[in-house]
């Protein structure tokens, strides 16, 4: 096999700091796929961009060499004029960037924004130039490219954007392909899809492709070649066969370890003594719909974003809420929470103890709402924001004793570095801010805050998908500590169906605003039901080369409510009942 | 594939898992906010320097009947409309140290105008810590030391006398105490109103803010310059210069404030949306205690950077005032006062050093505009 680009040695610095990429070296051979893994930090994306020289300002190449040996030769791209490089960009080298929501234009169309790459590398008019781009729009899988062509960014989904981007990258037929984080900010299935589609085109054409990415699973599905990074250094390097089936280096293995799976064998439940009566969250006939206004002159619009929920949160027990972006179980969560108010007809019962009568969420007094927020709490989704930066980790830990006037500033203290011990922090961060922390340490810190009220009951919404995999790991791990040792239950929100396997009692999928399949991640992962769920599951890519993505079940399952088989189909309002199929498992389909 | 197996690497040096759970990752951000934004703002040469010139000339204010050789409003009678003197060191090629020559005035009945003419014969040195007119140090006590003075016989006009004969170098630093604090007074004012009716419409949001918006917008579109006039021209003529001073401050930040509102709320918006402070909601934090701990604080960097974007319209509009004749008035002294002596065209074209006020404006403007400038680039310490 011909190399295509061989990349030596290369250092990259910061100012007069120490160099952030070290002594990176690997090679990409024509035709063939090669992944940089690692976590953030790693290094994984300037190295990339510095194939094409689209470092930030700041950015210091030191050392090191990239020879690209293209169809003209080989030249060296780093030290090549500016000019000869923006030849060789967008049509020798194109790219994919992480964000399809902000890497198009939102003012020119997408067929416009594609051929502007045949204008500016290729000597062709218009016509041919519309011409190659809707073959090319029909090639990633556009239904109609024709539509396509003429619609703007903010018209298409996520996926159908990054389609659009790959479309782009594609055109001027490259050699290499340089694929950032293509698929991180797209749902699973869409994930999955675009994955296939990336995995096909290359075939057909033969070109080859960096993919940089932090997903064992991505890499065991796309890649031939794999070089794994930590902190700036190539840990180990090889075939996907031998970094995957054997992995040599220390942190390959811990990045294993950390990969959430599916499980292969169902795990013997938890064992507890709740039986299913003694509910601490009760969620009844929850339908939510929002009203858009769309100005004075047309009928507003009714949007639902949630149907008919029935979800109960038993004490001790961890209720897990998995659907894809747009499934409605934010706002399921934020209806719990008594953020939102759900349509007539509904109510949310909160128990705060066994024998105690239930507060309605929604029609509480003020001091049966604070008895409400002592008990309820929250963990959220971005490290980064939910934790002021004017704040030491030791006014923000005693803040909610201060607001119910809880102990007094000697007792607060003592709880607060208490709180610190249980989530695996020291105490003497009291005095620091919490800036100076990881998004991992942050999120403990969060952690920590909502405990210092002793919450009976805690929703987390999202709280690991901000986090790098090893770091999502020990997050989970502590959130099972905790809940064992406070006696606490959780309302667990997520994308990610291999997260919910590990800590949740029960899962409720949801699709389209309404609950499709509600079982026991035993049940639900072993014998999964609905077309929906079985996509979800078949889309979660797996880190062995053995077992890819299930394309044709994904598909099956992923579309929209009229696409799915008979027995599962609806359109709109009128979705089937949930049925029990078989003893705490419920599924959603006509009888 | 088979050639590739040679391509197989494994990072030779030792490597651990374990990790300090508790170490923090970036003990470079291990500090509070102001600290932060300082040593972003150190890198900012311009706005340091800015700054510190800004601080020298109102560390300057309280003392300037001290520096000054003159007091503002002390006549020289012989000497109406007087050149610039300057200050030497050396005369003949000896050493004298700083001295100035006298000068005489005599009327050119011809072209009806003073002719000076300077003796350069006899130097005559600067007399320091001398004694003067009567002044208030710091407003409150009186002295009658100067920095420095002209020796008998001979006069100090730095910067050139003014029509009735008065030292254009002293007046400026007077006219600094006024046209330097209105500058301040007003952005109180503005600052008051702006986070208040800013504050309002950004945290209750509905009917408050749109009532608050259209204030706004109807404030915004009513042209200023007239707008000034009316309402100056409302004070009545037979008020102390202190009084009309603290009214045309006030006049100032009325109008200044909602740029300042439009901020506030903006800023409110966006923090609302913040994790941190939908958590104290969900903790169950009452309005009033969001928005003073978790809202005020994190925007309090952002209003100090368009306060100080602010005072320059301030000073500008003072002196606008005043050279229009609707301002302060003399007796009292400021930049624009000094300059409304300077309306005149002729008087500019024959005595050019009644305009040297607007070089303290120019100077004072820029300064702000560059100290603001580089604050707002430093306040986000947290993006590197």
């Known amino acids: 096999m011909r190399t295509l680009l061989d990349i030596d040695g290369l250092t990259i610095g910061f100012g007069a700091g120490e160099p952030v990429v070290r002594d990176v070296s690997f090679t990409v051979g024509a035709g063939e796929t090669v992944a940089l893994v690692g976590e953030s930090g790693s290094g994984k994306t300037l190295t990339c961009r510095s194939v094409l020289r689209i470092l930030p300002e700041a950015a210091q190449l030191r050392e090191g060499t990239i020879s690209y040996a293209g169809k003209d030769g080989t030249v060296d791209l780093l030290s090549l004029s500016e000019r000869k490089m923006r030849s060789i960009r967008g049509d020798r080298i194109s790219m994919i960037f992480q964000e399809p929501m902000r890497s198009l234009s939102p003012l020119h169309r997408l067929g416009h924004q594609v051929a502007e790459v045949l204008r500016l590398h290729r000597s062709i008019g218009p016509t041919e130039a519309k011409r190659r781009v809707l073959e090319k729009f029909e090639k990633v899988g556009f239904v109609d490219p024709a539509r396509a062509y003429a619609s703007y960014p903010f018209e298409m989904s996520g996926g159908m954007r990054q389609r659009a981007m790959i479309a782009m990258a594609m055109i001027a037929q490259p050699e290499v392909m340089i694929a950032d984080e293509p698929t991180t900010a797209l749902d699973v299935t869409t994930q999955a899809q675009v994955l296939g589609l990336m995995r096909d085109l290359q075939a057909e054409t033969g070109m080859a492709m960096i993919l940089v990415t932090h997903d064992l699973g991505v890499v065991a599905n796309m890649a031939q070649k794999v070089v794994v990074m930590n902190k700036g250094r190539v840990m180990e390097r090889g075939t996907a066969e031998q970094v995957l089936g054997s992995p040599a280096h220390g942190y390959t293995e811990k990045l294993f370890a950390a990969a959430p799976k599916i499980p292969n064998v169902a795990e013997p439940p938890r064992i507890s003594t709740n039986t299913g009566d003694d509910v601490i969250l009760d969620l009844r006939d929850i339908t939510k719909s929002f009203t ?300 | 594939m088979t050639q590739q197996t040679d391509d197989r690497y494994v990072d030779p040096e030792p490597w651990s898992e374990a990790t300090d759970i508790s170490a923090p990752e970036r003990s470079d951000m291990d500090a509070p906010a102001w600290l932060l934004t300082w040593r972003k703002f150190r890198r900012h040469k311009l706005a340091l320097i800015s700054g510190i010139f800004l601080l020298t000339c109102y560390l300057i204010l309280p003392i300037a009947g001290f520096i000054a050789p003159y007091t503002p409003n002390e006549r020289s009678a012989d000497y109406l409309y007087a050149p610039p003197q300057s200050v030497n060191l050396w005369h ?224 500008l509009g003072e002196t606008a005032l005043s050279f229009l004749g609707l301002g302060l008035r003399a007796p009292a002294v400021s930049w624009g006062v000094m300059l409304n002596d300077a309306q005149n065209l002729a008087s500019i074209e024959i005595y050019w050093w009644t305009a040297i006020p607007m070089l303290p404006i120019i100077v004072v403007v820029l300064a702000f505009n560059f100290l603001g400038d580089g604050l707002r680039a430093s306040l986000d310490p947290y993006k590197s």
């Open chain 2, 92 to 315: 003949d090629g000896s050493f004298v140290g700083p001295y100035v020559y006298p000068i005489t005035a005599t009327a050119d009945l011809e072209n009806f105008r003073w002719t000076y003419t300077t003796d350069e014969t006899t130097p005559m040195r600067l007399q320091f810590f001398c004694e003067g007119d009567d002044y208030n140090l710091f407003g409150l006590i009186p002295s009658d030391t100067h920095l420095f003075c002209a020796p008998e016989g001979a006069t100090v006009f730095l910067w050139g006398s003014d029509r009735l004969g008065r030292d254009v170098f002293s007046r400026i630093l007077y006219g600094a105490q006024l046209s330097l604090t209105v500058g301040l007074i007003g952005i109180t004012v503005s600052f008051l109103l702006g986070i208040t009716f800013g504050a309002l419409a950004g945290y209750f949001g509905g009917k408050t803010d749109w009532i608050i918006n259209r204030a706004i917008e109807i404030l915004r579109s009513l042209p200023e310059l007239p707008l000034w006039l009316a309402l100056s021209a409302a004070v009545p003529s037979n008020w102390g210069p202190v009084a009309v001073f603290f009214i045309i401050s006030i006049i100032l930040g009325i109008l200044d404030w909602p740029g300042l509102a439009r901020a506030v709320r903006s800023k409110f918006l966006s923090l609302r949306e913040e994790e941190f402070v939908k958590a104290a909601e969900m903790m169950g934090a009452k309005p009033s205690r969001v928005i003073r701990r978790h809202l005020l604080p994190n925007f309090m960097s952002h209003l100090i950077a368009s306060a100080t974007l602010s005072i320059p319209a301030m000073i």
């Open chain 1, 292 to 591: 858009m206004r769309a100005g004075g002159w047309r009928k507003p619009t009714v949007i639902t974003a949630c149907r008919d929920v029935n979800l109960k949160v038993l004490r001790g027990k961890t209720l897990a809420v998995v659907g894809e972006s747009g499934s409605g179980k934010t706002t399921c969560a934020r209806v719990a929470l008594g953020a939102e108010k759900p349509d007539p007809g509904g109510e949310v019962l909160f128990h705060p103890s066994t024998d105690a009568t239930p507060l309605p969420v929604h029609a509480m007094t003020n001091a049966q709402r604070l008895q409400f927020q002592r008990q309820a709490q929250m963990v959220f989704q971005d490290p980064y924001s939910s934790l002021s930066p004017r704040m030491r980790v030791m006014e923000a830990l005693c803040e909610p004793m201060q607001i119910h006037q809880i102990g007094n500033p000697a007792e607060r203290r003592e709880k607060a570095a208490a709180m610190l011990e249980w989530v695996g922090l020291n105490p003497n961060m009291l005095q620091r801010y919490p800036h100076a922390f990881s998004g991992g340490q942050r999120q403990r810190l969060s952690i920590a805050r909502a405990l210092t009220l002793d919450p009976r009951l805690l929703i987390c919404d999202e709280p690991t998908s901000a986090l790098d995999v090893s770091v999502q790991d020990q997050i989970l791990t502590l959130l099972e500590e905790i809940r064992d040792r406070a006696d606490l239950s959780y309302l667990f929100i997520s994308h990610d169906l291999a997260v919910v396997a590990r800590i949740a009692d029960e899962v409720a999928v949801m699709r389209a605003g309404v609950i499709v399949e509600q079982a026991p991640p035993a049940q639900l992962f072993h014998n999964p039901r609905h077309p929906y769920t079985k996509a979800l599951i078949a889309a979660q890519p797996k880190p062995d080369i053995s077992r890819p993505i299930d394309l044709a079940l994904v598909a099956r399952g992923a579309g929209s409510p009229t696409t799915w088989p008979e027995m599962f189909r609806f359109d709109g309002p009128d979705a089937p009942a949930l049925r029990t199929l078989e003893p705490g498992h419920m599924v959603r389909c006509h009888a």
